[in-house]
């Protein structure tokens, strides 16, 4: 017989403890570690108490809420530790204080954006908008009317097709198109009711962050920009409550650090991915992000950790589970892709050979910009024996970026390019790689298309 609830489930709690990557027995622990500290008695706290306040079985006791405050460096009203009777009876300044700290701690993210939208819409203030500014004294307009059910639903259809898009349109293009139905939906999200509606809106915004995110790192060679809007999107994610969409988007946002050989950074951001998968994903889902792990340990310079996590991809991907619709970046063939990589980099060429020989047949209608990559890695792995055939595989790849312009796959071909020797065939193809230079979007074009 299932658990009767007394309260609502605390995502806000739950979303703080995943996003640092702890399980429910590390929470229970630092919090008997910071009850030792005061000199306070263990009550015979369990990680299954833990538990029972994230779904709402139990409400924690206040001998427990002060540490949760102290151990996440949060107040009580950002952890969900509030009942609305105590909300309702805090003292109208403090609720100001409060809400004029959150906006200058989230101005840094969103630079420029309208901050007291934003804070609206993925904090969920309600009822308290009024009370914010636009910074300048100024109070913002009330509301017009609620967002209905039908206009939620068309909203994640633009984002369907945006994604869709994504493959075959120019990137700067789908990149402002998408960013503009980013910033559409957090004006959305400001006057959506709780419940159902809501949630349809926030994990439709929260994919249309993620899609801006992509593009501006893949596409755009802009990382800054992709950062911020990966922290859009893993915001809205709290809001709907949706583990797997929150590990896909820390794992994107795991790849900024982790391009840069920042692997401490990189990975805590994947510990809390694999958190959030904790609580559900597919296979296609699991075998993804051990791939992230592996590219980034690979280009941290750690070639062993990268084919442990091959091997776990490899593992996972015959798993059991469901994977969502919107996990169109994914498949065996990328998979492959990877592993090509990781082989790659440890050294193993027939081995990466092998392997991107299968990514390349196995590549469907949307692999255009993977082609780039995987053949600029083919010619890395026959670049030791076989010059002349890297550089036959360097210009079919040149050819795919003709086609369809990757930054990430441009990047590989002129690193594959820098190591073979010199002459008339890699002379022609560096011509066509400088011609395709003049024509890409220039770095920097996501920022400037950024709202502000």
Not at 262 to 288: I, N
Not at 330 to 359: K, M, V
Request: with cysteine; charged share 25%; aromatic share 6%.
């Amino acid at each position: 017989m299932p658990v009767k609830r007394r309260y609502p489930p605390n995502r806000q709690l739950a979303w703080e403890r995943l996003q640092r990557g702890w399980s429910y027995e590390e929470l229970c622990e630092r919090i008997r570690r910071s009850m030792r500290g005061s000199g306070e008695t263990d009550t015979g706290l369990t990680a299954n108490t833990v538990r029972r306040w994230e779904t709402g079985e139990r409400w924690p006791d206040p001998r427990y809420r002060k540490h949760l405050v102290t151990i996440f460096g949060k107040p009580a009203s950002e952890l969900g530790l509030l009942t609305p009777d105590e909300l309702a009876m805090r003292p109208v300044g403090e609720v100001v204080r409060e809400i004029r700290r959150l906006l200058n701690m989230i101005a840094d993210q969103v630079e420029g954006m309208d901050r007291a939208t934003f804070l609206r819409g993925l904090l969920g203030v309600g009822v308290l908008g009024p009370l914010i500014g636009d910074g300048s004294g100024h109070r913002s307009p009330e509301p017009r009317g609620k967002v209905d059910p039908d206009t939620a639903e068309a909203y994640a259809r633009v984002v369907d097709q945006q994604a869709a898009l994504y493959w075959t349109a120019p990137p700067g293009e789908i990149f402002q198109a998408s960013v503009a139905h980013t910033r559409l939906g957090l004006g959305l999200l400001r006057t959506a009711p709780a419940g159902p509606v809501r949630e349809t809106l926030a994990h439709a915004a929260a994919r249309s962050a993620l899609l801006s995110g992509r593009t501006a790192f893949f596409d755009l060679d802009d990382p800054g920009s992709a950062a911020r809007l990966f922290k859009i999107a893993l915001a809205a994610t709290k809001e709907c409550g949706d583990h797997p969409l929150a590990s896909a988007v820390l794992a994107h946002a795991a790849f900024v650090p982790g391009f840069a050989g920042e692997h401490s950074s990189a990975f805590g951001l994947l510990e809390a991915a694999f958190a959030h998968a904790w609580h559900g994903v597919g296979p296609l889902t699991r075998a993804w992000l051990h791939c992230v792990a592996s590219e980034i340990a690979a280009r941290c310079g750690r070639p062993k950790e990268c084919m442990r996590h091959i091997d776990r991809a490899d593992r996972a991907v015959d798993g059991r589970g469901e994977d969502p619709g919107w996990l169109d970046f994914f498949d065996t063939a990328r998979l492959d892709g990877f592993a090509g990589y990781s082989a790659l980099i440890a050294g193993q060429h027939q081995e990466a050979a092998r392997r991107l020989r299968r990514a390349l047949d196995g590549l469907g209608p949307n692999g255009g910009k993977q082609r780039s990559v995987l053949l600029a890695d083919l010619a890395a792995a026959h670049a030791p024996t076989d010059p002349d055939q890297a550089a036959a595989l360097l210009g079919r790849a040149v050819d795919a970026l003709e086609e369809r312009w990757y930054a990430v796959g441009r990047d590989r071909v002129s690193g594959v390019l820098r190591t073979l020797p010199s002459g008339a065939a890699t002379k022609a193809l560096g011509e066509r790689l400088d011609e395709l230079d003049r024509r890409a979007p220039l770095p920097g074009l996501a920022a400037e298309a950024l709202p502000g």
